[in-house]
């Protein structure tokens, strides 16, 4: 069958102006800070970064210490595609050749195209090839370990992956052929869409940071009708992830599994507490026992007794048959207790004496009965504030508290979203047997930009409604994506960079603080004023869009509605 799409590629020019790149670099030594897209930079010694890799090769292995730094070059390579991109107002074709004079100017490598970089956004298609040359990396490792038997340059790898990604909205693999470590006369590596490389999943370990955790797979040709949800219906499905949030979260859940401690997961909705706590079971030592899961906010008050300790024939009305508790059908294994804030006061007295003694009683029953469960809780409200409140026992609290784990939301975690919306393309395409070639670049800013009040389990919505109104053999387009009445995002871009001698002439920016309160002392404004003129700076900078407001003054978007309905008001 011919390909529906042909490789119509854009080539991407090797000449770079240093001068476009320079401005977004500003030195400002009097406040002791060096800025990069108003980021903060440090300019230090390699050989402590060599020695620090050095290290870490010592204490926790080669392979660990690849993906570590693999990772970290990866983040850093979202965070600049993504700045370049918004102060270049989207013109990939620049953007693209910015990337790697940038890492030039940081000091890592000395890029050589062995061919034009290559890139088609309605297909997906794309592909890269170059020579690195003087890698600080390869030369470090040949200089400290000697000949190796793999590639060394893994910060850079990561970082063309991350940038690479980011810009395409889709996982872009950079892989190292040849390095200076192996023995070779320089270094050289290829970029290509990572259902092109037949051998990614030895390449794709940094994106694992515990076992556990799931990396993007490859996707195949047309999948045949019903084939598709075998594969991806695994028992620890989308743990994907290589922001520094997502992997904090991960190292707390391996540390904790292998303990019968109890464990609180705490986030917003759709942030993948279940999903998590399936984890922490399965790696756990309970992992051949059962998991039993129950929704507290999901049950009628009356009814919750029954529902966790079980009930005698004849204990009530419409109690025909004796039955087990979610307890007793989870004894021996775990019992994961969702939307734990939910569950009525005198169903928290009883839970807390179980947890406490481990041992219940049946609704009916005098028998006393023996359990042994681990539990998982989680909650998207804040307990500490329930307890104050005085909807939820103080006792029991503390008793839940023991390992408290926080699921970052997903706009906290963005350099994640192209690996999600890979994983999830690709399971809808195979349950609906349908062939996606991609996203559309406009497509994957909005995903970038939109706020996700519903987290993850929001963004699994949107792609699957994506793939089925998507066209068969084409791209996912915004109309594809916000058809459910979400509010389409705006490209926000952020304020020019400021020149240099501006910068000197103004105040060291760790005074600016302090020079502002004294203003607005000075100025005699009311605390309402001042919060009333930051809304309104906020929202006139990013062109009325709330949720970019939001994040700008470091809120929720309901929160800033909420303040700006009062003062509607008022």
Same mark, same amino acid.
């Given at each position: 069958m011919s390909d529906p799409h042909p490789r119509r590629l854009t080539s991407i020019p090797r000449e770079v102006d240093d001068h476009v790149i320079s401005k977004y670099v500003r030195f400002a030594p009097d406040s002791g800070q060096i800025l990069l897209f108003d980021q903060r930079m440090l300019l230090m010694h390699g050989f402590t970064l060599a020695a620090l890799r050095q290290e870490l090769i010592e204490r926790l292995g080669l392979e660990r210490t690849r993906e570590l730094f693999t990772r970290l070059g990866y983040q850093q390579g979202m965070e600049d595609a993504r700045r370049l991109h918004a102060s270049e107002k989207g013109e990939l074709e620049r953007i693209l050749a910015y990337g790697p004079r940038l890492r030039e100017m940081e000091g890592f490598v000395r890029n050589q195209a062995v061919d034009h970089v290559q890139f088609n956004l309605e297909t997906g298609d794309f592909w890269s090839d170059y020579y690195w040359e003087s890698s600080w990396e390869a030369e470090v490792h040949l200089k400290q370990s000697g000949i190796s038997g793999s590639p060394a340059c893994w910060m850079m790898t990561g970082y063309a992956t991350g940038f690479t990604t980011a810009l395409m909205g889709r996982p872009i693999l950079w892989r190292e052929i040849e390095c200076v470590a192996m023995g070779h006369a320089r270094c050289r590596v290829i970029g290509q869409p990572l259902e092109e490389c037949d051998d990614a999943e030895a390449h794709l370990r940094f994106l694992q940071v515990e076992d556990f955790i799931s990396a993007p797979r490859r996707r195949g040709t047309r999948p045949a009708p019903g084939t598709g949800d075998a594969e991806v219906n695994r028992s620890l499905p989308d743990l994907i992830g290589a922001s520094s949030s997502f992997n904090t979260v991960a190292y707390l859940i391996k540390r904790v599994a292998p303990t019968d401690a109890t464990v609180l997961l705490t986030? #917003? %909705?759709?942030?993948?507490? =279940?999903? *998590?706590?399936?984890?922490?079971?399965?790696? $756990?030592?309970?992992?051949?026992?059962?998991?039993? %899961?129950?929704?507290?906010?999901?049950?009628?008050?009356?009814?919750?007794?029954?529902?966790? *300790?079980?009930? =005698?024939?004849?204990? *009530?009305?419409?109690?025909?048959?004796? !039955?087990? $508790?979610?307890? #007793? !059908?989870? %004894?021996?294994?775990?019992?994961?207790?969702? =939307?734990?804030?939910?569950l009525p006061l005198h169903a928290q007295g009883k839970l807390l004496r179980v947890l406490q003694e481990g041992e219940l009683e049946r609704v009916g029953d005098t028998q006393v009965r023996q359990v042994d469960v681990r539990i998982i809780a989680a909650t998207n409200r804040d307990l500490r504030s329930e307890v104050e409140a005085g909807r939820f026992r103080e006792d029991l609290f503390f008793r839940l508290n023991v390992f408290p784990v926080k699921i970052p939301p997903l706009r906290e975690r963005r350099e994640d979203i192209p690996?999600?919306?890979?994983? *999830?393309?690709?399971?809808?395409?195979? !349950?609906?047997?349908?062939?996606?070639?991609?996203?559309?670049?406009?497509?994957?800013?909005?995903?970038?930009?939109?706020?996700?009040?519903?987290?993850?389990?929001?963004?699994?919505?949107?792609? #699957?409604?994506a793939v089925i109104l998507a066209e068969d053999n084409g791209s996912i387009d915004v109309e594809h994506l916000f058809s459910g009445g979400e509010q389409v995002p705006d490209t926000v871009l952020p304020p020019p960079p400021v020149a240099p001698h501006a910068? #000197?002439? =103004?105040?060291?920016?760790?005074?600016?603080?302090? !020079?502002?309160?004294?203003?607005?002392?000075?100025?005699?404004?009311?605390?309402a004023e001042v919060e009333a003129l930051l809304i309104d700076a906020a929202l006139q900078r990013t062109a009325g869009n709330l949720s970019a407001a939001a994040?700008?003054?470091?809120l929720r978007r309901g929160q800033l509605q909420y303040r700006s309905d009062k003062r509607s008001a008022s």
């Open positions: 986030g #917003e %909705s759709g942030v993948g507490k =279940e999903r *998590f706590s399936k984890a922490l079971h399965a790696i $756990g030592p309970r992992t051949g026992k059962p998991f039993v %899961s129950i929704n507290c906010a999901a049950i009628p008050h009356e009814l919750v007794e029954a529902e966790l *300790f079980g009930v =005698e024939k004849g204990a *009530f009305t419409g109690a025909t048959v004796a !039955r087990p $508790g979610r307890f #007793e !059908r989870a %004894s021996g294994g775990t019992l994961f207790l969702d =939307e734990i804030s939910s690996l999600l919306v890979d994983a *999830f393309v690709k399971r809808y395409a195979a !349950r609906f047997a349908k062939h996606i070639a991609g996203l559309t670049q406009t497509a994957s800013e909005k995903l970038w930009a939109y706020d996700w009040p519903g987290n993850i389990r929001e963004l699994e919505n949107i792609i #699957e409604r910068r #000197e002439a =103004e105040a060291p920016l760790a005074d600016t603080p302090s !020079r502002l309160i004294d203003g607005i002392l000075d100025a005699g404004l009311s605390l994040r700008l003054l470091k």
